[in-house]
């Protein structure tokens, strides 16, 4: 069925490199014309790629470790947060036309049943960052924050997929076990690496993501974005009150005003960290800060027009230092405030880049997001996206030579998926004009 799928893919995707572009001024009937071609790379070669394929019958849960063929890599542990990544696109998908909704909800279910039988840790609350490939074992207790924000956003996802009370019920516990175990009242935003009990992992003591004690850009940015979901599928006060907080965390505390670029390590009071690791931009980073804080205060009802200075700044910066002029995409990382030196593409740099151009194209009209984003979508057509095997490769060299596996223990159909769901359901709006804040 995959072959099958993946040969009219690559048949269809000749055709689209062959058809002239047309053109008008808003630049909307070029979108328009995308639209079937991201609906085949969501349904084609990425949803045929990973479904049913990482359904593990036998131990519950998903399989993610797959080579650059799709070849199976063997058994390897089962991480929290791709677990969680992968329920959340299950159930993502199973509101979405034209996905078979009992399928969907079903392999959203089989991830379900494995993270509340296998990574709930029982006595201390909370889910373990790993578990061995059956789920037998724990080979990792520590609770960092990173890890259980995705189960958040998966649960409050498949809550809205299904209807379910009891799932809602799940994600509530976890969020009132976030407010009283880790979140900050003094500095705002949450404390992210504990142990085993929720004893916090002492400063310059090492986690399973690095030193105790920091606060970090990316955990803050999924933490908004569970909370965003969070708070559709129950509308509580208390999960627009920690949006609101987090819009101005990540609207401010982790950005450096001078550059107007984000940095992503900072000591519990915001304090950016001093050390030359710690002052490099991530351009993916920075531009799906963008498109989630739009969507944030959108969840919220409050108006992103104040922040729109900030978001054509963070996105000029990532076109200034990390855009490919001449073949399109975006590069990994650089110093702040100066050109990429690591100039590899990664897969979930370009994913999230697309969405966060389609939003400021929407918002702005401004030209040079519409451009941007066409350019990445064809250096991805041409170079990223493996119509052969299915998904994406996870890595595009400065030589344009292809490296990685399909999935890992970090890489699967999350952020491929995500971005053809989120630019797809942009696409639909086109017809109503212009977004409003």
Same mark, same amino acid.
């Given at each position: 069925?995959?072959?099958?799928?993946?040969?009219?893919?690559?048949?269809m995707?000749?055709?689209?490199?062959?058809?002239?572009?047309?053109?008008?001024?808003?630049g909307?009937?070029?979108?328009r014309?995308?639209?079937?071609?991201?609906?085949?790379?969501?349904?084609?070669?990425i949803v045929?790629f990973?479904?049913?394929?990482c359904?593990?019958?036998?131990?519950?849960?998903?399989?993610?470790?797959?080579?650059?063929?799709g070849?199976p890599?063997?058994?390897?542990p089962?991480?929290?947060?791709?677990?969680?990544r992968?329920?959340?696109?299950?159930?993502r998908?199973?509101?979405?036309?034209?996905?078979?909704r009992?399928?969907?909800?079903?392999?959203?279910?089989?991830g379900y049943?494995?993270?509340?039988e296998?990574?709930?840790d029982?006595?201390h609350?909370?889910?373990y960052?790993?578990?061995?490939a059956?789920?037998?074992?724990?080979t990792s207790?520590?609770?960092?924050?990173y890890?259980?924000?995705?189960l958040?956003?998966?649960f409050?996802q498949?809550?809205?997929a299904?209807?379910r009370?009891?799932?809602?019920?799940?994600?509530?516990?976890?969020?009132?076990?976030?407010?009283?175990?880790?979140?900050d009242?003094?500095h705002?935003?949450?404390q992210?690496?504990?142990r085993?009990?929720?004893s916090?992992?002492?400063?310059?003591?090492?986690g399973?993501?690095g030193?105790?004690?920091?606060?970090?850009?990316?955990?803050h &940015?999924?933490? @908004?974005?569970a *909370?965003?979901?969070?708070? /559709?599928a129950?509308?509580?006060a208390? #999960?627009?009150e $920690?949006?609101?907080?987090?819009?101005?965390?990540?609207?401010?505390?982790?950005?450096?005003k001078?550059?107007v670029?984000?940095?992503?390590?900072h000591?519990?009071?915001?304090?950016?960290?001093?050390?030359?690791?710690?002052?490099?931009v991530?351009?993916g980073?920075?531009l799906?800060?963008?498109?989630l804080?739009i969507?944030?205060?959108?969840?919220?009802g409050?108006?992103?027009?104040?922040?729109?200075?900030?978001?054509?700044?963070?996105?000029?910066?990532?076109?200034?230092?990390?855009?490919?002029a001449?073949?399109?995409?975006?590069?990994?990382?650089?110093?702040?405030?100066?050109?990429?030196?690591?100039?590899?593409?990664?897969?979930?740099?370009?994913?999230?880049? &697309?969405?966060? @151009?389609?939003r *400021?194209?929407r918002?702005? /009209?401004?030209?040079?997001?519409?451009s #941007?984003?066409? $350019?990445?979508?064809q250096f991805?057509?041409?170079?990223?996206?493996?119509?052969?095997?299915?998904e994406w490769?996870?890595?595009?060299?400065?030589?344009?030579?292809?490296?990685g596996?399909k999935?890992?223990?970090?890489?699967?159909?999350?952020?491929?998926?995500r971005?053809?769901?989120?630019?797809?359901?942009?696409?639909?709006?086109?017809?109503?004009?212009?977004?409003?804040?």
């Amino acid at each position: 069925m995959l072959r099958l799928s993946l040969d009219r893919l690559r048949r269809m995707r000749r055709s689209w490199l062959r058809t002239p572009r047309a053109h008008d001024s808003g630049g909307d009937a070029r979108l328009r014309a995308l639209a079937p071609r991201l609906e085949a790379t969501l349904r084609d070669n990425i949803v045929g790629f990973w479904h049913p394929r990482c359904l593990d019958r036998a131990h519950g849960g998903y399989v993610t470790g797959f080579g650059p063929r799709g070849e199976p890599t063997g058994e390897t542990p089962r991480r929290l947060v791709i677990q969680a990544r992968m329920l959340w696109l299950f159930a993502r998908l199973a509101t979405e036309e034209p996905y078979d909704r009992r399928a969907m909800l079903a392999a959203a279910e089989h991830g379900y049943r494995f993270l509340c039988e296998r990574m709930l840790d029982h006595r201390h609350g909370g889910y373990y960052w790993e578990v061995d490939a059956r789920g037998d074992r724990v080979t990792s207790a520590e609770k960092h924050l990173y890890g259980q924000a995705f189960l958040l956003y998966a649960f409050s996802q498949y809550a809205i997929a299904s209807g379910r009370g009891d799932v809602l019920e799940h994600a509530g516990r976890l969020m009132d076990l976030l407010e009283t175990t880790a979140h900050d009242a003094v500095h705002a935003g949450y404390q992210e690496s504990f142990r085993e009990d929720w004893s916090p992992v002492p400063g310059g003591e090492r986690g399973c993501l690095g030193p105790g004690g920091l606060k970090r850009m990316n955990t803050h &940015l999924h933490l @908004l974005e569970a *909370m965003t979901v969070y708070h /559709r599928a129950s509308g509580r006060a208390l #999960a627009r009150e $920690r949006i609101l907080e987090l819009i101005t965390v990540l609207a401010n505390a982790v950005v450096r005003k001078g550059v107007v670029a984000c940095t992503d390590q900072h000591d519990r009071d915001w304090r950016p960290r001093p050390e030359p690791h710690a002052r490099r931009v991530s351009y993916g980073h920075d531009l799906e800060n963008v498109w989630l804080l739009i969507d944030a205060c959108e969840a919220a009802g409050v108006s992103h027009s104040p922040l729109h200075d900030l978001f054509r700044g963070l996105s000029a910066n990532a076109l200034r230092h990390g855009f490919d002029a001449r073949n399109g995409g975006f590069y990994l990382d650089g110093p702040l405030g100066r050109r990429a030196d690591r100039r590899q593409k990664v897969w979930w740099v370009q994913a999230e880049a &697309l969405i966060a @151009l389609l939003r *400021m194209s929407r918002i702005t /009209r401004d030209p040079q997001f519409l451009s #941007a984003f066409e $350019r990445t979508w064809q250096f991805l057509e041409r170079h990223q996206i493996d119509w052969e095997h299915g998904e994406w490769h996870a890595t595009v060299a400065p030589d344009g030579s292809v490296h990685g596996d399909k999935g890992d223990r970090w890489k699967a159909g999350y952020h491929t998926g995500r971005s053809m769901l989120e630019c797809l359901a942009l696409l639909r709006t086109l017809e109503a004009g212009p977004r409003s804040a």
